[in-house]
Each structure stands twice: as C-alpha cells, then as structure tokens.
C-alpha cells in the first residue's frame, strides 16, 4: 500500500491516540481544572496502512536532583513524552520474549538478535510540543506599514493555518475590514458554538467602530489608530513575543538574556526541564527527542537484543501553538554543524523523522482547559502519569505520582512494591529475565551487575552516545555515578563463585 506521511496522517495518528487516550479508564486522568500532556507510539503496517497505539504515556511533571539516590525505583522523568517512550520499550520487550518463546510477535529472529518484521512502522505523537527549544517562537509578527500588515493569530491555538496568512493589499480600508474581521468570520463558520470566538470578533468589532476609522482615513492616522485598537483591544495582537520554556539552559551553554518580549530566550542550546524549587538534572523533551533520533528511541538495555536502533519515522504534534521552523531546528538543524564529522558505529544513523502537526486537539491540553476559562479558577497541571503499553498493560494501565506508584504506602516506597513497571529496576528485571534464557549471556551473568554495568554491556550503543555526548551534545547534564551503583542481579542467585 502507498503510504503518504502527511496532514492527513497526522490527523489520523491524533485521533487514534486520543481515542485510546478516551478508553483508558479514568483513574489518573485529569480532574477538574487541570491539564496534563498526552504522547504516543504508534504503531502502522505498511500493507494496510492500519494504525494501533502501542505506548501511551501522559504527565508533565519531573523530580528534582534530591531525588536521585533511590536505587531505581522512581521515574524521575514523568513529561508525557518521556513515559510513553518507556512504555514503548516495554511493549519492545515482550515483543522479544514473544518472539523468543515463539508466540506471535512484530519480531523476528536475526542470528543471535531480533528484529522488527519488514513492513512496520513506528510514529510519534505529542498533544503539545515538546518542552525546550521546540518551544521557542514568535507568537506573532506585525509589521506596521501600510498596505502591508501581517497579522498572525498562533497565540489563538484554535485558529487553523488559514487565518495565518499575509494579507498584502491595496487599501488601507481593506486591510482594515480583512485584519478585524476576515480570519475570525471565517472561524466562527467552522465552529458556530466557540463563545471565545464570538467574544473576539464583538470586541474587535466594537473597538473599530469606536475607533471611527472609515474609507476616509489617512495613512498615518490608520496607521495610529491601528495601533491604539490593539493595545485597547488585546495587547497581544501587536506585542511581539515568543512562547517561552521555563527549561533552563544548562550550564556551559549560552544563556537567556531573559530581556523583554522576543529578547528573552536563546534558541538552539540545550536546556534542562522546567520546574520550579528543586532543580532537576533531567534534559528537556526536545533534546531527549533528538537524542532518540541518533541513538534510536529503545534505549541502552534493549540495544542488548536488538539487531539495529529502532528510528521513529514521524513525529506528529497536536493542535497547540506550533512553529515548524522550531520543531525543524530543535530536532535537527541545530545540531547539523556538529554532526559532520562525527562516526558513529554500523547501524546508527542520524534520522530525520517527519515533522507534521494535526488540529485534532486533545481535550485535557493546557490550551483547551484554559480555553474554557472557567470562572477565573487557576488551572494546574495534573500532578498523575498515566502508563500504558498495549502488551504489559491491556486494560489496566499504571499511574504515577511523585515518579512512584500512585497511592503507594509509605512503607512501599522504597520498595519495588511502591515502583511502575517503567522505573529502571523494573526495566532491568525484564531485561535479565530474558537475558538468563540466551546462552551467550550466561558468562555476564555470573558476576554481580550494577545498573550501570548492565548499560555498558551495549557497547555499540554505549560508542555511540560516547561519541555524541563528546562531540555534539557536550553539556548534556551529568548525573551522578552513584545513582547507577544499585545492584541488579544478586537477587537470581549469580554470584560470583
Ligand atoms: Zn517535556
């Protein structure tokens, strides 16, 4: 089957997510007045262009440095992005003991390894973009003269690329009548029952008739009044700003200005997640994003099984404020320069997944929830994780708080009894289980393994983000070596003899 990546794709992978999002049952979803993100793997066959979630993954919240020391049994990470990619590679994992055990599988044998079957593709999907530099972009231009005025609406995430447009005209009053009216007339045809909408376009239409601008009006006074209804109206139609990130640039990079309006980010550093009081040592989504995108999205302890990295092919982002040219610089561009002479080892690549985006908006988003604005509450981002993967899970998915399992004693916490299935403990013991069935790691085996050791057993894997870190992502953050000391295999009776 002909396969197109596009719009339509888009809306097809969003809607599909959302859908499975929808079924979950309700336990960790968000309540009233908050919002939280939601992020996918799916999975699509190229004979028949079917589509099926395989990994769900929703949260924005991550633990700071103080939370380090806890034997693996945390998610320290819980940005929705970050949990689904974790979900993913359970998914991954059974897929292996599947194909091991030969029950029915996306894998196959390849020599001592495995693969995905031929014919398989795996996409991305986000409801915002992820936080970071992707996150960084003018939220509007104006350009005040005449006969030329731009007016962009993508602080108003529900308006569509329409009523993006450059509106070059020959009258002053046209430009008028189209800047005021044009774009929102046209929304509200499309969504009759948007209040919003519909208070935008009185407002607006009431500051023009106020302002008394008519065909007879001069270019400068045009030009001033123009700019007096704005401020009136809505600062925002003539403030030139960016959307900011609070993730923080890390230190060895360049650093904010944090000066007014589009002054206050650096683009194109590297930054660690936003968060406020403890600092996390965690990177943004967007550089993790691209950190999947050489290294593939399987991590380190699959690499031990696998044949060859697993690349996303598309990565498609949900109706939210969205800048194409800041996706394509976070994921790729920025890091063009230093990729040049890097080698990485056989089967690594640098993957440039398909960057789309989709107006299918996800009800729990922080810009549909605010959208709804209700009675001025304070809306708040949902302190839960939800953790999905279509084969640990089925219908019973996991929640998180505070990176442990949510509602978990005091006494449990420090215990894998408190732990999800996606904390590195867990993610370890699947890996040994299916490790101590294969005879080439039987030597492996018979010394006691740190965490950390078990990682260095992916020596590709390992070469690779070697070379990365040292030559392009050189102030990636460095966490501390202790938190990879806790032991994994004592507990299967291999000691050392
Ligand atoms: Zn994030």
């Not at 529900?158 to 020959?170: G, H, K, P, Y």
């Not at 299916?434 to 020596?459: A, C, P, V, W």
């Amino acid at each position: 089957m002909d396969i197109s990546w596009d719009k339509k794709f888009a809306d097809r992978v969003a809607q599909a997510c959302i859908s499975k999002f929808n079924s979950l049952r309700k336990t960790g979803k968000p309540k009233d007045k908050e919002w939280t993100l939601l992020a996918c793997v799916v999975k699509q066959m190229q004979e028949t262009g079917d589509l099926e979630v395989v990994a769900l993954g929703t949260g924005s919240k991550c633990l700071g440095e103080k939370h380090m020391n806890d034997e693996g049994l945390l998610v320290h990470d819980s940005h929705a992005e970050v949990v689904a990619r974790r979900a993913f590679v359970l998914y991954l994992l059974d897929q292996v003991e599947n194909t091991a055990k030969g029950k029915p599988s996306i894998m196959e044998v390849a020599g001592d390894k495995f693969r995905i079957i031929h014919g398989i593709s795996f996409h991305f999907y986000s409801s915002h973009t992820p936080c970071g530099d992707a996150s960084i972009f003018p939220k509007q231009d104006w350009i005040e003269s005449v006969g030329k005025a731009i007016i962009s609406t993508a602080q108003q995430p529900s308006f569509n690329d329409d009523t993006l447009r450059c509106l070059n005209e020959s009258s002053d009053s046209d430009v008028w009548n189209k800047l005021v009216t044009e774009p929102v007339r046209k929304k509200v045809k499309t969504e009759e029952n948007d209040s919003e909408v519909y208070d935008e376009v009185n407002k607006l239409k009431d500051a023009k008739n106020e302002s008394g601008i008519n065909e007879s009006s001069n270019t400068n006074s045009l030009q001033k009044k123009a700019h007096e209804v704005n401020v009136n109206v809505e600062s925002r139609h003539i403030y030139v700003d960016i959307y900011r990130t609070g993730a923080k640039c890390v230190a060895g990079e360049r650093a904010d200005p944090k000066l007014s309006g589009s002054n206050y980010h650096v683009t194109g550093v590297l930054r660690t997640k936003p968060g406020r009081g403890d600092p996390t040592l965690s990177m943004s989504c967007s550089d993790k994003l691209f950190k999947w995108s050489v290294l593939g999205v399987q991590g380190s302890l699959l690499m031990l099984f696998l044949e060859a990295p697993l690349y996303i092919q598309t990565i498609t982002i949900g109706q939210c404020p969205y800048s194409h040219e800041a996706m394509q610089r976070a994921l790729f561009e920025r890091f063009r320069e230093k990729l040049q002479n890097v080698q990485f080892p056989t089967k690594y690549q640098i993957s440039t997944p398909v960057l789309l985006h989709s107006d299918i908006h996800f009800d729990f988003s922080q810009c549909s929830v605010d959208g709804i604005g209700r009675e001025g509450s304070k809306m708040m981002p949902s302190p839960a994780s939800i953790i999905w993967s279509s084969s640990t899970h089925g219908n019973k998915h996991e929640v998180a708080t505070n990176g442990h399992k949510q509602g978990a004693t005091t006494k449990s916490l420090s215990t894998p009894k408190g732990s999800v299935s996606i904390c590195r403990r867990s993610i370890a013991d699947r890996v040994l289980g299916i490790m101590m069935d294969r005879e080439y790691f039987q030597e492996i085996l018979s010394h006691n393994l740190t965490y950390g050791d078990l990682k260095l057993q992916s020596q590709n894997y390992y070469n690779a983000w070697e070379r990365l870190k040292t030559k392009v992502l050189c102030n990636w953050s460095v966490k501390p070596k202790y938190i990879n000391l806790f032991t994994v295999n004592s507990s299967i009776g291999k000691l050392p003899g």
